[in-house]
Structures are given as structure tokens and as C-alpha cells.
């Protein structure tokens, strides 16, 4: 119900932003666009396709047999292994899309499709390394802040539960290669949509709220409600000190309303709650913001 109320406020604030600024609205809407199909559909939008082919492929069972041993400290099946290492270079909401399918194809259990929920969201190394055009250095620290508390959660809290009913054994996939590309481009165009609508919508409020909310407020906002333009207009407004770059690490590690409910939308038919998605991203980005502002200046880091 609270969701529901949530979905219908944003739609109510678009509709009367569109009928109020008309004009507005159709350069945010081009240059929201723009965004989606020029900056991320070429990064997100490759990986998307190769590790959704490689779920249906069988190839993450297959790495998860030899990855295992190596990495069995995290307390995850094979696949749920294959699964969390293939996060740190898919981004939001691919993370979310692979799991649902994991999870709908019986490859990981309930207990671990909520276990991954948790720790398995990771935004896409690109944006850190060039989108967000940091030195090395700093680029560096806040990678680290943004996977280190993910990874600590699985090896001193998780604890795997064996599901018989789930046997991973190596087999062969029963569909042509031709079912499964064609399959697989449907798929990962799905959640491009729920990227363009949720970004335009939250660029509306912020732009609403830029008319009421004093400067380092509204940068504070922006970043909570989208992360990836909030982290931009912030990195332009203020100096890279430790504070500063701590509360880039609490964005980029929550990841912003706009991806929560991206991820939450691929959650559609599957048991969850919105409020505990934004908890858990929120424990993420305090987490981060504590690892980045203890681990400041990166005069360590190559």
C-alpha cells in the first residue's frame, strides 16, 4: 500500500509539472533521453546481454565449479557465487535483473535470492573509473568503499542454507543458441524502460526542489533521489576532501531512489518490500561512507 502511495505521488507531481511547465518538461525529457540512450545503454546494455547469455548458457554454472573453492569463505552456492562476482561489473539494475532470473530458473534458493538482495548491488566500474572522470586515486577509494561492506556482510553474517531440491549439476542448456540470443535481447531491453521512466520522474522533483531547497540541500537530494547526475553536479560543486568524497561513497553505495525502485519494478512477482530495498541500500551507503572516510587521503593507492 505504501508503494502504491509512493508510485501515484510521482505520477501526480509529473502531471501537473507537465501541464504547469510544458517546455521544461520537453528539454528535461531530451536531455534524460539523451542520458539513457548515449551514456548508458552503451555501458550497461553490453553486459546486460553477455551475463543474461551466460545465465541461460549454463556458464555460470560452470565458473561457479571452478570459482568455488577459491572463494567459499562468502558462504554462497556456485551459482549464487557466479552471480555476486558478475554484480561488480553489471551495475544497477542489471544486478536485480540476473537474480530474478536465477532465482525463476530454480538456480539459487529463496534464502540466497534475499541473501544477494542484500549485498549483490553494485554500481557499474565505468561510471566510477570514467563516467565520473576522478584521478586514479580517488576513483580507487571509492570503488573500495563501495565493495568492501557487501563483501564483509557475506563472510561474517551470511550463513548458506543447502536446498536439496536445488542439485547444480553441470548439463548442457535444452534451447538452440538461436531461442537464446533472441530471448536474451528481449529480456534486456525490459528494464531500459523502467530506467528512462524512473530518471525522468525524479529529475522532475529535483528540479521542482531546486526552487525551494537551499544549495547544499538540494545536492544532498539529488544524489539520494538519482545517483549518477546527483554524484556529477556534486563532484562540480564541491572540492574532493574527505568529506565530500565519503558522501560521494554514500550515494554511489545507496544508489539513489531512482535505481531502488528501477530494481524494485524487475521485483514485480517476486516476494519482497520496497522499504526493506531502501534499507538495505541505506545500511549500504552509511557503510561506504564510513569505509571511504577512514581509508581518506588514498595516498596509499597507486
Same mark, same amino acid.
Given at each position: 500500500?505504501?508503494?502504491?502511495?509512493?508510485?501515484? $505521488?510521482?505520477?501526480?507531481?509529473?502531471?501537473?509539472?507537465?501541464?504547469?511547465?510544458?517546455?521544461?518538461?520537453? $528539454?528535461?525529457?531530451?536531455?534524460?533521453?539523451?542520458?539513457?540512450?548515449?551514456?548508458? #545503454?552503451? $555501458? +550497461?546494455?553490453?553486459?546486460?546481454? *553477455?551475463?543474461? #547469455?551466460?545465465?541461460?548458457?549454463?556458464?555460470?554454472?560452470?565458473?561457479?565449479?571452478?570459482?568455488? /573453492?577459491?572463494?567459499? &569463505?562468502?558462504?554462497?552456492?556456485?551459482?549464487?557465487?557466479?552471480?555476486?562476482?558478475?554484480?561488480?561489473?553489471?551495475?544497477?539494475?542489471?544486478?536485480?535483473?540476473?537474480?530474478?532470473?536465477?532465482?525463476?530458473?530454480?538456480?539459487?534458493?529463496?534464502?540466497?535470492?534475499? @541473501?544477494?538482495?542484500?549485498?549483490?548491488?553494485? @554500481?557499474?566500474?565505468?561510471?566510477?573509473?570514467?563516467?565520473?572522470? +576522478? =584521478?586514479?586515486?580517488?576513483?580507487?577509494? *571509492?570503488?573500495?568503499?563501495?565493495?568492501?561492506?557487501?563483501?564483509?556482510?557475506?563472510?561474517?553474517?551470511? !550463513? !548458506?542454507?543447502? =536446498?536439496?531440491?536445488?542439485?547444480?549439476?553441470?548439463?548442457?542448456?535444452?534451447?538452440?543458441?538461436?531461442?537464446?540470443?533472441?530471448?536474451? &535481447?528481449?529480456?534486456?531491453?525490459? /528494464?531500459?524502460?523502467?530506467?528512462?521512466? #524512473?530518471?525522468?520522474?525524479?529529475?522532475?522533483?529535483?528540479?521542482?526542489?531546486?526552487?525551494?531547497? /537551499?544549495?547544499?540541500? *538540494?545536492?544532498?537530494?539529488?544524489?539520494?533521489?538519482? &545517483?549518477?547526475?546527483?554524484?556529477?553536479?556534486?563532484?562540480?560543486?564541491?572540492?574532493?576532501?574527505?568529506?565530500?568524497?565519503?558522501?560521494? @561513497?554514500?550515494? *554511489?553505495?545507496?544508489?539513489?531512489?531512482? @535505481?531502488?525502485?528501477?530494481? =524494485?519494478?524487475?521485483?514485480? %512477482?517476486?516476494?519482497?518490500? +520496497?522499504?526493506?530495498?531502501?534499507?538495505?541500500?541505506?545500511? %549500504?551507503?552509511?557503510?561506504?561512507?564510513?569505509?571511504?572516510?577512514?581509508?581518506?587521503?588514498?595516498?596509499?593507492?597507486?
Amino acid at each position: 500500500m505504501k508503494k502504491n502511495i509512493l508510485f501515484y $505521488t510521482l505520477i501526480f507531481i509529473t502531471i501537473i509539472f507537465s501541464f504547469l511547465c510544458m517546455k521544461e518538461l520537453v $528539454t528535461l525529457a531530451h536531455d534524460v533521453l539523451n542520458t539513457v540512450l548515449f551514456q548508458l #545503454f552503451p $555501458t +550497461l546494455f553490453p553486459f546486460m546481454c *553477455l551475463l543474461t #547469455f551466460s545465465m541461460h548458457y549454463g556458464i555460470f554454472d560452470i565458473l561457479g565449479h571452478f570459482l568455488y /573453492p577459491f572463494f567459499s &569463505f562468502l558462504h554462497l552456492s556456485k551459482t549464487g557465487l557466479s552471480l555476486f562476482l558478475s554484480t561488480f561489473l553489471s551495475g544497477y539494475p542489471t544486478n536485480t535483473h540476473l537474480l530474478m532470473m536465477a532465482y525463476q530458473e530454480n538456480k539459487i534458493s529463496l534464502h540466497e535470492t534475499y @541473501a544477494l538482495l542484500k549485498c549483490a548491488s553494485f @554500481a557499474s566500474p565505468s561510471f566510477i573509473f570514467t563516467g565520473l572522470a +576522478l =584521478d586514479y586515486p580517488y576513483a580507487l577509494c *571509492l570503488y573500495i568503499a563501495h565493495i568492501v561492506p557487501p563483501c564483509l556482510y557475506l563472510i561474517l553474517c551470511h !550463513r !548458506r542454507q543447502k =536446498d536439496r531440491r536445488l542439485e547444480q549439476r553441470l548439463t548442457l542448456p535444452s534451447q538452440s543458441l538461436v531461442s537464446i540470443l533472441k530471448k536474451t &535481447f528481449t529480456q534486456c531491453m525490459y /528494464p531500459f524502460i523502467f530506467i528512462y521512466g #524512473f530518471m525522468l520522474v525524479f529529475r522532475v522533483v529535483v528540479l521542482i526542489l531546486s526552487h525551494f531547497l /537551499p544549495p547544499y540541500l *538540494l545536492s544532498l537530494v539529488h544524489g539520494s533521489l538519482e &545517483f549518477s547526475s546527483g554524484m556529477l553536479t556534486y563532484l562540480q560543486q564541491y572540492p574532493l576532501q574527505r568529506f565530500h568524497l565519503s558522501i560521494l @561513497a554514500f550515494f *554511489l553505495s545507496f544508489s539513489g531512489l531512482s @535505481a531502488i525502485m528501477q530494481c =524494485d519494478s524487475l521485483l514485480d %512477482h517476486f516476494p519482497h518490500s +520496497l522499504s526493506k530495498l531502501i534499507q538495505y541500500r541505506f545500511i %549500504h551507503g552509511i557503510a561506504s561512507f564510513i569505509v571511504c572516510y577512514l581509508i581518506y587521503p588514498p595516498t596509499f593507492l597507486p
